[in-house]
């Protein structure tokens, strides 16, 4: 993963890439136990996000450092790297938002927890509840602070829905 940290951080710092924060499963391992995952995916924030190929720049410059894609992702050492454009407000806050870890002296931005559970809770699939449950189980988030974050992106009632499901009368 040390590899994949210091490819974002040098596109940010050559302006392929804004910003950019790591979330979903990798992102999930900061918190909790590790989960099984076939790949990174990590939130971008670019320069042009109505570009009709949005990505293309991203590919050439990680192709010019000869990291190929495979698919939807480009090959980062061993590790398949989908790269994707923030699409929501939501995305877009908890890329701004987004903690800065150390990777064995690397810094690399990581999707908070809370805001991990929400971007889970807007997708809302069975695996997606899987992983609030889990950051809940480990104290990783706070339920007030999830409410706030749901509440600003128009997901209340999901959140509603889910407590209503998952927690213990």
Same mark, same amino acid.
């Given at each position: ?7 974002? =951080?040098?596109? /940010? ?7 950019y924060a790591v979330f979903g499963a990798v992102a999930q391992m900061r918190y909790t136990e590790? /989960? ?7 939130? $971008?924030? $670019? &320069? =042009?996000?109505?570009?009709?190929d949005v990505l293309g720049p991203l590919y050439k410059f990680c192709n010019a450092l000869g @990291? ?12 398949? $790297? ?28 990581? /999707? !908070?927890?809370? @805001? ?5 809770? &807007? ?10 449950? &889990?950051?809940?189980?480990? !104290? ?6 999830? &409410? ?22």
């Amino acid at each position: 993963m040390d590899e994949v940290a210091k490819l974002l =951080n040098r596109m /940010v710092e050559d302006g392929v890439i804004l910003d950019y924060a790591v979330f979903g499963a990798v992102a999930q391992m900061r918190y909790t136990e590790a /989960v099984t995952t076939l790949d990174a995916d990590i939130l $971008v924030t $670019v &320069s =042009n996000p109505e570009a009709i190929d949005v990505l293309g720049p991203l590919y050439k410059f990680c192709n010019a450092l000869g @990291y190929q894609p495979e698919g939807e992702a480009i090959r980062v050492g061993t590790w398949p $790297v989908q790269l994707i454009p923030a699409f929501d407000g939501l995305t877009e806050e908890a890329i701004r938002m987004a903690e800065t870890a150390d990777l064995d002296g690397t810094p690399i931005r990581v /999707v !908070g927890a809370d @805001y991990l559970a929400v971007i889970a809770l &807007s997708v809302g699939r069975a695996k997606d509840f899987a992983r609030i449950l &889990s950051l809940r189980e480990v !104290g990783a988030v706070d339920d007030k602070q999830i &409410s706030a974050i749901a509440g600003r992106h128009g997901l209340a009632e999901a959140w509603l829905r889910f407590q209503e499901k998952f927690d213990e009368a």
